[in-house]
């Protein structure tokens, strides 16, 4: 694995690479039955590895050190450069505050409570949905996302269609509603799909599994009643069975599962891609990033969310697990012409420099 992430702080205009740490983190859960699989992402060989002596090996030798909160590199510099095709824009936003939030912060026992179960937004969490709305449309961003991932839970998909969807609903519109009026005990109108990027639920991008009821997600089936427009074609059952009652999953498989949903995100032809999430899974799959990079910037990376908090970021395909081509690098085809770079003339023919 050694993809990596760019982040771009709102405090400066610079961009930070970010690479991933080689965690072997792709253990099966033990105490959970598995995650359906997700479509494999496409493989293609190794390039031949370069001689011990290439500069290009030397290069990726360089040490880099880390002195005093600063960062000291030998013979590399501190940015990196690479091809556009190889890299995806993914918005990652946490849920509004949902009821169980409410309730854990007064008494952290309340997470064990069956009135939790498949926890909805608070009406404070719909008005930071409304907020975050306002803020995507304002920045440009709702026009650039092509693609909207959400966790299969209510909270996540109550945010994610508040936030990305279309506006009010009528009855008169051809197109199913991304959300039905009152889902969820929500108190609002239908909302509309129209104008607005599809939406797909996937298992992988779910919280911890398992003991908190409000981490346990309502049938499939009774989802597509309240999300008609939510495409729930990944979920191969009906019912939550992945969901235990009395084994809570462990962090370093909800990171395994984590590194996976972002390895599984080259399959989608999608650059630019806002995923609705949730707080657990955010915070363990992202502490599997920026091992090699600044230590302030893997904290930036890796720090909790707040509930309906944005963060963008770049995702580095330095693997080659993506296949795409740039849309926008142009290849002179013709006419073509005589183009030999002055540096590369001097050494084919040194004697027209005065050299002998």
Same mark, same amino acid.
């Given at each position: 694995?050694?993809?990596?992430?760019?982040?771009?702080?709102?405090?400066?205009?610079?961009?930070?690479?970010?690479?991933?740490?080689?965690?072997?983190?792709?253990?099966?859960?033990?105490?959970?039955?598995?995650?359906?699989?997700?479509?494999?992402?496409?493989?293609?060989?190794?390039?031949?590895?370069?001689?011990?002596?290439?500069?290009?090996?030397?290069?990726?030798?360089?040490?880099?050190?880390?002195?005093?909160?600063?960062?000291?590199?030998?013979?590399?510099?501190?940015?990196?450069?690479?091809?556009?095709?190889?890299?995806?824009?993914?918005?990652?936003?946490?849920?509004?505050?949902?009821?169980?939030?409410?309730?854990?912060?007064?008494?952290?026992? %309340?997470?064990?409570?069956?009135?939790?179960?498949?926890?909805?937004?608070?009406?404070?969490?719909?008005?930071?949905?409304?907020?975050?709305?306002?803020?995507?449309?304002?920045?440009?961003? =709702?026009?650039?996302?092509?693609?909207?991932?959400?966790?299969?839970?209510?909270?996540?998909?109550?945010?994610?269609?508040?936030?990305?969807?279309?506006?009010?609903?009528?009855?008169?519109?051809?197109?199913?509603?991304?959300?039905?009026?009152? %889902?969820?005990?929500?108190?609002?109108? %239908?909302?509309?799909?129209?104008?607005?990027?599809?939406?797909?639920?996937?298992?992988?991008?779910?919280?911890?599994?398992?003991?908190?009821?409000?981490?346990?997600?309502?049938?499939?089936?009774?989802?597509?009643?309240?999300?008609?427009?939510?495409?729930?074609?990944?979920?191969?059952?009906?019912?939550?069975?992945?969901?235990?009652?009395?084994?809570?999953?462990?962090?370093?498989?909800?990171?395994?599962?984590?590194?996976?949903?972002?390895?599984?995100?080259?399959?989608?032809?999608?650059?630019?891609?806002?995923?609705?999430?949730?707080?657990?899974?955010?915070?363990?799959?992202?502490?599997?990033?920026?091992?090699?990079?600044?230590?302030?910037?893997?904290?930036?990376?890796?720090?909790?969310?707040?509930?309906?908090?944005?963060?963008?970021?770049?995702?580095?395909?330095?693997?080659?697990?993506?296949?795409? =081509?740039?849309?926008?690098?142009?290849?002179?085809?013709?006419?073509?012409?005589?183009?030999?770079?002055?540096?590369?003339?001097?050494?084919?023919?040194?004697?027209?420099?005065?050299?002998?």
């Amino acid at each position: 694995m050694t993809h990596s992430v760019f982040a771009s702080p709102s405090s400066s205009s610079a961009s930070f690479s970010i690479a991933t740490t080689n965690h072997r983190c792709y253990h099966r859960c033990k105490t959970h039955p598995p995650l359906p699989s997700l479509p494999p992402f496409p493989r293609r060989p190794p390039p031949p590895s370069p001689s011990l002596s290439s500069p290009r090996r030397l290069a990726a030798s360089a040490a880099v050190r880390c002195t005093s909160g600063l960062l000291e590199m030998d013979d590399v510099t501190s940015s990196s450069l690479f091809p556009l095709q190889r890299c995806k824009t993914v918005h990652l936003v946490r849920h509004a505050q949902g009821i169980h939030n409410v309730e854990g912060d007064k008494d952290f026992k %309340a997470y064990l409570s069956p009135e939790l179960f498949d926890a909805h937004l608070t009406p404070l969490g719909w008005d930071q949905v409304d907020n975050l709305r306002k803020h995507i449309k304002a920045c440009g961003l =709702s026009k650039k996302i092509e693609l909207v991932i959400t966790s299969p839970l209510l909270r996540t998909m109550q945010t994610a269609v508040g936030v990305f969807g279309g506006d009010s609903h009528s009855d008169g519109n051809n197109k199913p509603a991304l959300m039905v009026e009152n %889902a969820g005990k929500s108190g609002r109108p %239908a909302i509309s799909s129209l104008n607005c990027p599809p939406f797909i639920a996937v298992e992988y991008c779910r919280e911890h599994l398992g003991v908190h009821p409000c981490d346990k997600r309502s049938s499939i089936s009774e989802y597509r009643q309240l999300f008609p427009a939510i495409d729930f074609s990944l979920i191969e059952n009906d019912e939550d069975i992945l969901w235990k009652a009395d084994v809570r999953e462990a962090n370093e498989e909800v990171a395994a599962r984590g590194v996976k949903f972002i390895n599984w995100l080259w399959t989608r032809k999608e650059k630019e891609i806002a995923i609705v999430s949730h707080s657990g899974f955010w915070f363990h799959t992202l502490q599997m990033f920026g091992g090699d990079c600044h230590p302030i910037i893997k904290e930036e990376i890796g720090k909790h969310f707040a509930n309906c908090e944005l963060r963008s970021m770049v995702l580095v395909d330095r693997s080659m697990l993506g296949s795409d =081509s740039s849309c926008s690098n142009y290849p002179v085809k013709a006419p073509g012409g005589l183009d030999l770079p002055s540096d590369v003339a001097h050494e084919k023919h040194p004697e027209k420099h005065g050299v002998k």
